[in-house]
C-alpha cells in the first residue's frame, strides 16, 4: 500500500496523480501471489501507461488465453458470436445446436433493443431457439435433431433466414452443421447457413466476432443490389442498440439528413445486411468486434470506413462532423451545425450541473473492447478522472492503436479462425471517392481507416490491465479507492460487496440509452446519483460488524 506522500488527492480530477513508483509498487505486489509463469504472462498485460513522441505508448500483452484457475471477465467464442453480433438481428431465426444453457445464456441478456417497423414486421428475438442437445444425442450425434429444429422453425414461423450456432459438444462430436444447412437451404428455399463458434474456438468472445463477421459477410452481404433513395448513405458498424443507444443515434442522423442503410447490429434486419454494400461510408463504432467486415466492404465493393464514436456529447458532435466533412457538402455541414447548436445547450445545462458535484471523483473501467475508452469522454465531461482500465477481448491494435497492427504476430488461436480470401467484385467495386478527393481528405487530416487505441489517450501512469481478474480488481479497489466502477456482469458484485458503486456496462442493466446528445445526459445524472448517493455509508457487512470468527469442532 503507497504512503501518503506518494498519493496527492485534491479538488480536481486533473490533480489526482499517484506517483509512478507506487503503481509499481502495487504492481509487484500483485504479481507475487502468482506462480512464476503466471507472473510472467500477467506482467505484460499489466501496464503502467506512458506516452512518448509520436503517441508511442508501451506494448501490451493482449487477446492471450485466460490461465485456468483465474476468474476472468470474458466470455466465449459462441457468446461474440450468436449472443453479440447476430443476436440484435428481429428477423433472423437463430438456433443454437448444443445445450438448452448455451441458448439461454445468449437470450436477450445485452438488452438489445428492436423497433419493429408495424405489426407484420417480424421480430424473433423475444424466442429462444434451441435443439436441446441431451446425453443421448451427444453418443449417437445430433444432425438429425438439428434438422428437424430447422424444419420446425420454418414450418412455425417461414423465415427469411435460419442461422445455426455450434456450441462446444457439437464441436467435439463432429456434427457437420455446415451440411445440414446447406441441404435445408436446397430443401427450404431460403438462406440457411451456420457458424462453427464452439465456445472453446478461441481466446475470448472476440474469436465469435471475427467468426460472425466472416459469415455475415460470406452468407449474405450483396444479396440485394436494390439502391435506396438518400444523399448520404451510410452504415453504422458496431453499434448493438444496449438500452436503446442505437434509437438516439438513429434519431441524430436522422435529423442531420444521413441515411442509414445497416447497422450491425443493433435493430437490425436480414434485408440490412444483404444491402449494406451500396452504402456510401462505413463509420464504426466498437473497433474489435466489427472492423473485419469494415475492411471486407473496402475489399470488395470500395467502401471507406472511418472511426467514429456516439458516446459522449462531444464526442457525437466530433462524429457527425467527421460525417459531414466526408461528404464535403455545405449544406450537410450547415445542418449538422444546425442539430448540434440545437441540441448540447440542453446537454451543458446538465453537464454543468452535474460537474460541480462530481468533479474531482474518479472512476476505472473494465469492460468489453471499445467501452473501456469510449465511456471515458463522458466521464471526462463530468470532471471525473478514469484511473485504471482495461478491455476483456481487445487485441493489442485496440490499446495501443492500428499502426501496431504490423508488428502483432499470428498464433495458434488465430488460425482456429477463417481468414476469407477477398477480391474485388468485378461488377459491384465502385471506389466511393476518386485518388484525387481521397487525397484531398488526407491533406485536411482527414484519417481512413485508423483506430488512435485506448492507451495514447489515457494519461501517462494511468494503469492499464488486460482481461482483469477478480483478485486484481480487489487489489486495484482497495489502492485506488475510487468513486464508481464501470465493467460487466459477472464482476459486478464483487465490486458492490467492496462498497463501492458499480456501473454496469455491458447491458446498463436496466439503465440507458447512454449514446448521443440525450444519453449523455442520462449518464450524467445517473453518475451522478451514484457516485454522491450516502447509502453505503449506512450499511455494514457481518463481517464489519464481528470482525472476529470463532468455531468448534462438532465432536468437540
Given at each position: 500500500?503507497?504512503s501518503?506522500?506518494d498519493k496527492?488527492m485534491e479538488?480536481t480530477?486533473?490533480?489526482?496523480?499517484?506517483?509512478?513508483?507506487?503503481?509499481?509498487e502495487?504492481k509487484q505486489?500483485i504479481?507475487?501471489k502468482y506462480?512464476t509463469k503466471v507472473?510472467?504472462?500477467?506482467?505484460?498485460?499489466?501496464i503502467i501507461?506512458?506516452?512518448?513522441?509520436?503517441d508511442?505508448?508501451?506494448?501490451i500483452g493482449?487477446?492471450?488465453?485466460?490461465?485456468?484457475?483465474?476468474?476472468?471477465?470474458?466470455?466465449?467464442?459462441?457468446a461474440g458470436?450468436?449472443?453479440?453480433?447476430l443476436g440484435p438481428?428481429?428477423?433472423?431465426?437463430n438456433?443454437?445446436?448444443?445445450?438448452?444453457?448455451c441458448s439461454?445464456y445468449?437470450w436477450?441478456?445485452?438488452?438489445?433493443?428492436?423497433r419493429p417497423?408495424?405489426?407484420?414486421?417480424?421480430?424473433?428475438?423475444?424466442y429462444?431457439?434451441?435443439?436441446?442437445?441431451q446425453?443421448?444425442?451427444?453418443?449417437?450425434?445430433?444432425?438429425?435433431?438439428?434438422?428437424?429444429?430447422v424444419q420446425?422453425?420454418?414450418d412455425l414461423?417461414?423465415p427469411?433466414a435460419?442461422s445455426?450456432?455450434?456450441?462446444c459438444p457439437?464441436?467435439?462430436i463432429?456434427?457437420?452443421?455446415?451440411?445440414?444447412?446447406r441441404?435445408?437451404?436446397?430443401?427450404?428455399g431460403?438462406?440457411?447457413?451456420a457458424?462453427?463458434?464452439e465456445?472453446?474456438?478461441g481466446v475470448?468472445q472476440?474469436?465469435?466476432?471475427?467468426i460472425?463477421?466472416?459469415?455475415?459477410?460470406?452468407h449474405v452481404?450483396?444479396?440485394d443490389?436494390?439502391?435506396?433513395e438518400?444523399?448520404?448513405?451510410?452504415?453504422?458498424?458496431g453499434?448493438y442498440?444496449?438500452g436503446?443507444?442505437?434509437?438516439?443515434i438513429d434519431?441524430?442522423?436522422?435529423?442531420c439528413g444521413i441515411?442509414?442503410?445497416?447497422?450491425?447490429?443493433?435493430n437490425s434486419?436480414?434485408?440490412?445486411?444483404?444491402?449494406?454494400?451500396?452504402?456510401d461510408?462505413?463509420?464504426?463504432?466498437c473497433?474489435?468486434s466489427i472492423n473485419y467486415?469494415?475492411?471486407?466492404?473496402?475489399?470488395?465493393?470500395?467502401?471507406p470506413?472511418?472511426?467514429?464514436?456516439?458516446?459522449?456529447?462531444?464526442?457525437t458532435?466530433k462524429?457527425?462532423r467527421?460525417?459531414?466533412?466526408?461528404?464535403?457538402?455545405q449544406?450537410?455541414?450547415d445542418?449538422?451545425?444546425?442539430?448540434?447548436?440545437?441540441e448540447m445547450?440542453d446537454?451543458?445545462?446538465?453537464?454543468?450541473?452535474v460537474r460541480?458535484?462530481?468533479?474531482g471523483?474518479?472512476?476505472?473501467?473494465f469492460?468489453?473492447g471499445?467501452?473501456?475508452?469510449h465511456?471515458?469522454?463522458?466521464?471526462?465531461?463530468?470532471g471525473?478522472?478514469?484511473?485504471?482500465?482495461?478491455y476483456?477481448f481487445?487485441?493489442?491494435d485496440?490499446?495501443?492503436?492500428?499502426?501496431v497492427l504490423p508488428?502483432?504476430?499470428i498464433?495458434?488461436?488465430?488460425?482456429?479462425i477463417?481468414e476469407l480470401?477477398?477480391e474485388q467484385?468485378?461488377k459491384r467495386y465502385?471506389?466511393?471517392k476518386?485518388?484525387e478527393?481521397?487525397?484531398a481528405?488526407?491533406?485536411?487530416?482527414?484519417t481512413?481507416k485508423?483506430?488512435?487505441?485506448?492507451?495514447?489517450?489515457?494519461e501517462?501512469n494511468s494503469?492499464?490491465?488486460d482481461d482483469?481478474s477478480?483478485?486484481e480488481?480487489?487489489?486495484?479497489?482497495?489502492?485506488?479507492e475510487?468513486?464508481?466502477?464501470?465493467?460487466?456482469i459477472?464482476?459486478?458484485?464483487?465490486?458492490?460487496?467492496?462498497?463501492?458503486p458499480?456501473?454496469q456496462l455491458?447491458?446498463?442493466?436496466?439503465?440507458g440509452?447512454?449514446?448521443?446528445f440525450?444519453?449523455?445526459?442520462n449518464?450524467?445524472?445517473?453518475?451522478?446519483?451514484m457516485?454522491?448517493?450516502?447509502?453505503?455509508t449506512y450499511?455494514?457487512a457481518?463481517w464489519?460488524?464481528?470482525?472476529e470468527?470463532t468455531?468448534h469442532?462438532?465432536?468437540?
Amino acid at each position: 500500500m503507497m504512503s501518503e506522500k506518494d498519493k496527492t488527492m485534491e479538488s480536481t480530477a486533473e490533480n489526482i496523480t499517484y506517483s509512478r513508483e507506487s503503481i509499481e509498487e502495487l504492481k509487484q505486489d500483485i504479481l507475487k501471489k502468482y506462480p512464476t509463469k503466471v507472473a510472467r504472462k500477467r506482467a505484460k498485460q499489466i501496464i503502467i501507461n506512458k506516452i512518448d513522441e509520436g503517441d508511442a505508448v508501451p506494448e501490451i500483452g493482449a487477446n492471450t488465453r485466460t490461465v485456468p484457475g483465474i476468474l476472468t471477465q470474458r466470455g466465449c467464442t459462441y457468446a461474440g458470436c450468436k449472443g453479440v453480433i447476430l443476436g440484435p438481428t428481429r428477423d433472423l431465426v437463430n438456433i443454437v445446436h448444443g445445450p438448452i444453457g448455451c441458448s439461454f445464456y445468449a437470450w436477450l441478456t445485452r438488452r438489445n433493443q428492436t423497433r419493429p417497423v408495424d405489426d407484420n414486421d417480424e421480430n424473433f428475438m423475444t424466442y429462444c431457439f434451441s435443439t436441446d442437445m441431451q446425453d443421448s444425442d451427444i453418443v449417437f450425434g445430433g444432425e438429425g435433431k438439428l434438422r428437424q429444429a430447422v424444419q420446425e422453425a420454418y414450418d412455425l414461423f417461414h423465415p427469411k433466414a435460419i442461422s445455426i450456432f455450434a456450441t462446444c459438444p457439437v464441436g467435439l462430436i463432429g456434427d457437420d452443421i455446415h451440411q445440414v444447412a446447406r441441404e435445408m437451404k436446397e430443401k427450404l428455399g431460403i438462406n440457411v447457413f451456420a457458424f462453427s463458434c464452439e465456445g472453446y474456438k478461441g481466446v475470448s468472445q472476440s474469436a465469435g466476432h471475427h467468426i460472425a463477421n466472416n459469415g455475415i459477410f460470406k452468407h449474405v452481404v450483396g444479396e440485394d443490389d436494390t439502391v435506396k433513395e438518400g444523399e448520404y448513405k451510410i452504415n453504422l458498424l458496431g453499434e448493438y442498440n444496449i438500452g436503446g443507444d442505437g434509437f438516439e443515434i438513429d434519431r441524430i442522423l436522422e435529423e442531420c439528413g444521413i441515411q442509414v442503410v445497416s447497422t450491425f447490429s443493433g435493430n437490425s434486419t436480414y434485408g440490412q445486411f444483404a444491402n449494406c454494400h451500396t452504402a456510401d461510408l462505413n463509420t464504426v463504432m466498437c473497433h474489435r468486434s466489427i472492423n473485419y467486415v469494415a475492411e471486407m466492404m473496402e475489399t470488395k465493393f470500395g467502401i471507406p470506413w472511418i472511426k467514429i464514436n456516439f458516446i459522449g456529447a462531444k464526442s457525437t458532435a466530433k462524429s457527425l462532423r467527421k460525417i459531414a466533412d466526408y461528404f464535403g457538402e455545405q449544406k450537410l455541414k450547415d445542418r449538422v451545425e444546425e442539430v448540434i447548436a440545437r441540441e448540447m445547450p440542453d446537454v451543458e445545462k446538465v453537464m454543468l450541473d452535474v460537474r460541480s458535484r462530481c468533479e474531482g471523483k474518479t472512476a476505472m473501467m473494465f469492460v468489453g473492447g471499445s467501452r473501456a475508452h469510449h465511456y471515458q469522454e463522458l466521464f471526462n465531461e463530468m470532471g471525473m478522472k478514469t484511473l485504471s482500465a482495461g478491455y476483456e477481448f481487445a487485441h493489442r491494435d485496440d490499446y495501443e492503436g492500428r499502426k501496431v497492427l504490423p508488428t502483432i504476430k499470428i498464433d495458434a488461436d488465430s488460425r482456429n479462425i477463417e481468414e476469407l480470401e477477398v477480391e474485388q467484385d468485378p461488377k459491384r467495386y465502385k471506389p466511393r471517392k476518386t485518388d484525387e478527393q481521397m487525397k484531398a481528405l488526407a491533406d485536411q487530416g482527414y484519417t481512413f481507416k485508423d483506430y488512435k487505441g485506448m492507451m495514447p489517450e489515457m494519461e501517462a501512469n494511468s494503469l492499464v490491465i488486460d482481461d482483469i481478474s477478480h483478485y486484481e480488481t480487489e487489489r486495484l479497489i482497495e489502492f485506488y479507492e475510487p468513486d464508481i466502477v464501470c465493467a460487466g456482469i459477472k464482476e459486478k458484485f464483487v465490486v458492490q460487496k467492496s462498497g463501492v458503486p458499480m456501473k454496469q456496462l455491458h447491458s446498463y442493466d436496466s439503465g440507458g440509452p447512454y449514446a448521443g446528445f440525450r444519453g449523455a445526459v442520462n449518464f450524467y445524472k445517473e453518475i451522478d446519483r451514484m457516485v454522491n448517493s450516502k447509502v453505503k455509508t449506512y450499511l455494514k457487512a457481518p463481517w464489519q460488524k464481528n470482525p472476529e470468527l470463532t468455531a468448534h469442532y462438532v465432536w468437540e
